[in-house]
């Protein structure tokens, strides 16, 4: 699925599924396959794929599950049972999986808070959790990755450029508590986001200040 292809994908998971030779070939293209529609929104078309793994999962795989789950439920527009299945999904990974898997668990709660309209608690409580926990560094900062995306979708249309300078401080030194900053941080005023704004909708340079 790096290309995009999400519907190829399910065509060709699907052909490959038929000549699948044992069962764990089968459980990981059943979540690649129940991953690609949910990629194309289609949470029905998942469910299938979904209940042929919860038939036979182990407790490695459980997280990736409910991970997938709670895709489905946001989809679906049931933010609760999304926030619950993305907790269980972090509870998993950090028990059976790897980095990867926590972070996708990460991932999918940064998306429920974003949904909610909270992402900006739902940032500051992660950070302060994963501090309180002992898990600095480089777990936190891949909190921040996923938030920052979030972040950029939010600063682009709904209005929280007015006092995201404040916010971008107030994060900043929370993070530099959890010492979850990777480098230098130079916070840039809000007007001069303002002013870059305008700059490029008419096409000009910024000058230097």
């Given at each position: ?42 949470a029905?078309?998942?469910e299938?794929?979904?209940a ?7 407790s ?31 509870v ?55 938030h920052?995306?979030i ?9 929280l450029?007015?006092n995201v ?45």
């Amino acid at each position: 699925m790096i290309s995009g292809d999400t519907a190829g994908a399910v065509k060709a998971f699907g052909s490959a599924l038929e000549a699948a030779g044992s069962p764990d070939a089968l459980v990981r293209l059943r979540r690649k396959i129940a991953g690609a529609w949910l990629m194309q929104h289609g949470a029905d078309n998942a469910e299938p794929h979904l209940a042929a793994r919860e038939a036979d999962v182990g407790s490695g795989r459980a997280g990736r599950l409910a991970c997938l789950r709670a895709n489905q439920a946001w989809e679906r527009g049931d933010l609760d049972a999304a926030e619950q299945f993305a907790g269980e999904a972090r509870v998993l990974a950090q028990t059976h999986g790897d980095l990867d898997d926590v972070a996708a668990a990460q991932e999918a709660l940064a998306v429920v808070s974003h949904l909610r309209g909270d992402w900006r608690q739902g940032l500051e409580l992660e950070i302060e959790r994963l501090a309180a926990e002992g898990e600095g560094g480089a777990q936190v900062a891949r909190v921040f990755d996923i938030h920052h995306c979030i972040g950029q979708y939010h600063l682009y249309g709904d209005g929280l450029a007015d006092n995201v300078e404040d916010y971008a401080r107030r994060t900043l030194a929370l993070a530099e508590r959890a010492r979850a900053v990777r480098r230098s941080v130079r916070l840039v005023p809000a007007r001069r986001v303002v002013a870059a704004a305008s700059a490029l909708g008419r096409g000009r340079r910024l000058s230097p200040s």
